[in-house]
């Protein structure tokens, strides 16, 4: 068993706990535990970087469902591998500016990414039917929200969103999370009012506890505190430095995360970087 990488919430999971996990979702391809009250989860070598992955190698090719959990916590515990934190995105008004600038020109640039899956399909004006029709309206009026820089009507918007759809982390979950995001990011560049949007991300994730499994809610609290997987933070980092052709390639490499997840994600962010 080889341990590749290790997000740093994942290490300090590990570091503070008692060496016991708790299986919360068994998958081929990912093994998602309880460590201590937090969530982390095992994947393969490659995977998408996140604070709270591991990614582990067995010596054969077993699912990651079969191997001895408690193995791999100790083995990632004494691994000694540095673990992975995101950089921050360049956080000066000039840069907020510019990545505000930059996700508009990304909305226009979708069908370069392919065909959008879940709410992605906002991004295009393309209503979705089905589990997510309920969910559009819902999508359109964070958007709003954000526009107008009205945190107390994007937490009302955000919580009626978050839940809807089907798969692991709901379409909803990270749509907000995309859109919350974004404003985190904008705030640390002292864009918005960062006080109040704290006050909204905060009400958003409590609110997810009740409203989403445990999962969905520790993926999402990361979020609104403007955490989240690698292409996101690439992607808030290339459109604050102007450059198009980064942003256009952390978008495709978002996109590509679960069956829509990263379209949510993505059009949750583009929808959270307006006003």
């Known amino acids: 068993m080889r341990i590749d990488a290790i997000g740093w919430r994942a290490e300090a999971a590990l570091r503070d706990g008692d060496g016991r996990a708790r299986v919360l979702a068994a998958l081929t391809a990912s093994v998602y535990l309880d460590v201590g009250g937090e969530v982390v989860w ?32 100790r ?39 392919g065909s959008p899956r879940g709410l992605g399909a906002w991004l295009v004006g393309a209503p979705p039917s089905g589990l997510l029709a ?54 640390r560049a002292g864009a918005v009012d960062a006080a109040a949007w704290q006050a909204a991300a905060s009400a ?27 292409p996101l933070h690439e992607l808030a980092t290339a459109l604050a430095r102007d450059d198009d052709a980064a942003a256009l390639d952390a978008a495709r490499r978002l996109t590509r995360l679960g069956h829509s997840s990263g379209w949510d994600l993505l059009a949750g ?7």
């Open 42 to 73: 095992l994947a393969r070598p490659g995977a998408v970087a996140h604070a709270r992955a591991i990614h582990v190698a067995p010596e054969t090719s077993v699912p990651l469902s079969a191997v001895d959990t408690a193995d791999v916590l």
């Open 75 to 113: 083995r990632a515990r004494a691994s000694g591998v540095r673990p992975w934190r995101p950089d921050a995105a360049p956080a000066t008004a000039g840069a907020a500016a510019a990545l505000r600038r930059g996700a508009a020109r990304l909305a226009a640039s979708v069908p370069a990414l």
């Open 134 to 187: 309920a969910a559009w309206p819902r999508a359109d009026a964070l958007a709003h929200a954000c526009a107008a820089d009205n945190p107390v009507a994007a937490v009302e918007t955000a919580t009626a969103l978050v839940g809807l759809g089907p798969g692991l982390t709901p379409a909803g979950d990270d749509f907000v999370g995309g859109a919350f995001f974004a404003r985190a990011v904008l705030a």
């Open 204 to 230: 958003v994730a409590t609110a997810a506890a009740r409203l989403t499994h445990p999962i969905g809610a520790a993926l999402l609290g990361d979020l609104v505190r403007g955490e989240g997987w690698a």
């Open 269 to 275: 962010f583009v929808a959270g970087a307006r006003g």
